[in-house]
């Protein structure tokens, strides 16, 4: 069936360090979108990007759609970046729903 | 930078009563939608909603959910009789363009429903 898979599920990182989360989708998308979910449980935007590489000062996404995965780099790691990423994805063929993985939890230790 | 704003932040119900969850799209948007999260869990797409019709929804969005525009900004969720395994954060999103068209969807803060 239409799924979006995220790994590693869980990562604890020293602050500084850079890390690589990766995104699956079994279909064709239009539509892909990067989130952090903070404490509060806000889902913050951090990027759209149904294909191609786009940069965000220390955060870069890449999303290779012919081979169906696309993956978020962190790097110098600080403590605010603890929390959940999201990847959700909406899918060809006509619906308008976001398909959202389950989520990668990041842990960022001083 | 627009947003898309929520109320309330939170709210605490007792089961069987109705509850009433509201956004305000950002103000040039023509799709909106409602997805929910229970606590743990993934985040789920409810419904979709354009040109003040349900445009999809998914199998949990069954008859005691009702969606309206009301007004020209404001966009509700109707739980009628809620339920224990109601209890979610609820988040609005609105999207500018047709699905048709690669377009972000922009979500709002969302709205911590507990059903006791």
């Known amino acids: 069936g239409i799924q979006v898979e995220q790994s590693p599920p869980d990562l604890i990182l020293q602050e500084g360090a850079n890390s690589t989360l990766r995104c699956n989708f079994s279909?064709?998308?239009?539509?892909l979108q990067w989130f952090h979910q903070n404490p509060w449980g806000q889902l913050i935007n951090l990027f759209y990007i149904p294909s191609g590489t786009k940069q965000n000062g220390r955060l870069s996404a890449t999303t290779v759609a012919t081979e169906r995965y696309s993956l978020l780099y962190i790097s110098s790691s600080q403590t605010t970046d603890s929390g959940v990423y999201f990847c959700a994805v909406k899918f060809q063929g006509g619906s308008e729903k976001l398909v959202f993985g389950k989520g990668m939890k990041l842990t960022v230790n001083p | 930078e627009p947003e898309v704003t929520q109320t309330p932040s939170h709210q605490v119900t007792q089961m069987g009563q109705e509850v009433i969850l509201r956004c305000v799209p950002i103000s040039n948007h023509l799709y909106f939608y409602w997805y929910r999260q229970i606590l743990g869990q993934k985040v789920e797409f409810l419904v979709s909603f354009y040109n003040n019709e349900i445009s999809e929804k998914s199998e949990i969005f069954d008859d005691q959910f009702s969606v309206e525009r009301p007004d020209g900004s404001n966009f509700t969720l109707k739980i009628r009789s809620t339920k224990l395994e109601d209890s979610a954060m609820y988040f609005c999103?609105?999207?500018?363009?047709?699905?048709?068209?690669?377009?972000?969807?922009?979500f709002g803060p969302g709205t911590r429903l507990l059903v006791l």
């Open positions: 279909d064709s998308v239009n539509n």
């Open positions: 999103a609105s999207s500018g363009r047709s699905h048709l068209y690669q377009e972000t969807q922009y």
